[in-house]
């Protein structure tokens, strides 16, 4: 858009004219905004053209496992559902007093229903809590549970997103009850927000797939184990209406009484080792372990979310993953075990979460649909 002006005589400056100047400048500034938001949106919404733009020379080699080790299905749609039976628990106790006045907090969860679907190097995933199941517990508050995972699986590397909210804990720690009573201490009120980042390497890709058991786009057809190396960040909150300990206990925690927010952010490098035995060719048993110390970021936050204590420390963690089933071309099946442990001493209090999955899984390869396949490849990288 180009204005000309000619003016003839002597400018007179009124206030009208000032104003009808700033109006046209505005137009100009925001046309010229306008149609470079347009093109930033034709680039943005057209994938090839954005990574024509932006990587013009991108190429992406496509390296292939040992077949005699791995079978790979790139026309699949592969789709499992998990029933799980979590055991979820997050324990507080003071650093110097009486280590039986800490407070364990534990969920009403039974049983979890999760879905999961993966076409070449994506997964994605959400599970959702079932109303009853192995484990019911009248005497614990109600607790709701939701998680949802995307993850991207090369063949050496692998990332994975995963967001989880759980809301209703119960203190099930009575040693200390003030009353002498073995009543629990129930806290709807209490959430749990989880926000992780992983990155996965494995080195020995080619005969080895880690992601195998877990996403079923491949297969490991003989046995064979690695060195793999996990990092991540992981932020969370753990938070509640009120102190997050209960004013029976709040004498054993000095300076902690009043604290209503934990929140956390972690650094984790953990080197790991992962393998699959196969047997009678079609069943296999996997196993994997990460040990690790994660760099913690910690502070406290009162009701009004004032800052109380911040400060850093090292975390010991164990991720350790089992599971035992049997693949075919199209179905698989098997028992899934999960389980994550991290011990921590922050100040005033010492914390240990513990989180175990236990259940079945079933699961069938589909031929990809058509809009899937050209979804797939006009929104990916080339060549991927």
Not at 143 to 172: E, H, M
Not at 371 to 383: N, Q
Request: hydrophobic share 35%; net charge positive.
């Amino acid at each position: 858009m180009v204005l000309r002006y000619r003016f003839t005589g002597h400018l007179r400056v009124t206030k009208f004219s000032a104003i009808f100047v700033i109006i046209v400048v505005f137009l100009e500034v925001l046309c010229s905004s306008r149609d470079a938001f347009a093109q930033k949106e034709n680039v943005f919404l057209h994938p090839k053209k954005f990574y024509k733009k932006f990587f013009p020379h991108l190429k992406i080699k496509r390296d292939v496992p040992d077949s005699s080790y791995i079978m790979v299905y790139p026309n699949y749609l592969s789709v499992n559902a998990q029933v799980l039976s979590p055991t979820i628990q997050f324990d507080i106790a003071p650093q110097k007093s009486n280590p039986a006045a800490a407070t364990s907090f534990k969920t009403d969860i039974a049983d979890i229903v999760g879905f999961s679907a993966t076409y070449r190097f994506i997964t994605a995933g959400f599970a959702v809590q079932l109303p009853s199941g192995m484990q019911t517990h009248s005497d614990h508050a109600k607790s709701y549970y939701r998680t949802a995972t995307i993850k991207y699986n090369s063949r050496s590397k692998s990332f994975q997103f995963r967001y989880l909210r759980l809301k209703g804990l119960t203190d099930v720690n009575t040693s200390v009850n003030p009353d002498g009573s073995n009543n629990y201490i129930k806290r709807p009120d209490i959430v749990n927000k989880e926000f992780q980042f992983e990155w996965l390497y494995n080195p020995g890709w080619r005969k080895y797939s880690y992601s195998a058991p877990y996403t079923f786009s491949e297969r490991q057809i003989k046995s064979r184990a690695g060195f793999l190396l996990n990092t991540g960040l992981f932020y969370r909150q753990l938070s509640g209406d009120s102190a997050l300990i209960d004013k029976g206990k709040q004498e054993y925690f000095n300076e902690f009484e009043d604290i209503t927010t934990i929140r956390t952010f972690s650094i984790r490098i953990a080197p790991g080792v992962g393998g699959t035995l196969v047997f009678l060719k079609r069943y296999y048993f996997s196993v994997a372990v990460f040990p690790s110390y994660d760099l913690y970021f910690y502070k406290y936050l009162t009701i009004l979310d004032e800052k109380v204590k911040g400060s850093q420390t090292f975390a010991f963690v164990v991720d350790g993953k089992a599971s035992v089933g049997y693949q075919s071309k199209r179905l698989y099946a098997g028992i899934r075990y999960e389980t994550e442990r991290s011990t921590a001493s922050l100040s005033y209090i010492k914390t240990k979460d513990m989180s175990t999955y236990l259940g079945v899984e079933v699961g069938y390869r589909f031929n990809a649909p058509r809009v899937l396949k050209k979804v797939y490849k006009d929104t990916m990288p080339p060549g991927m």
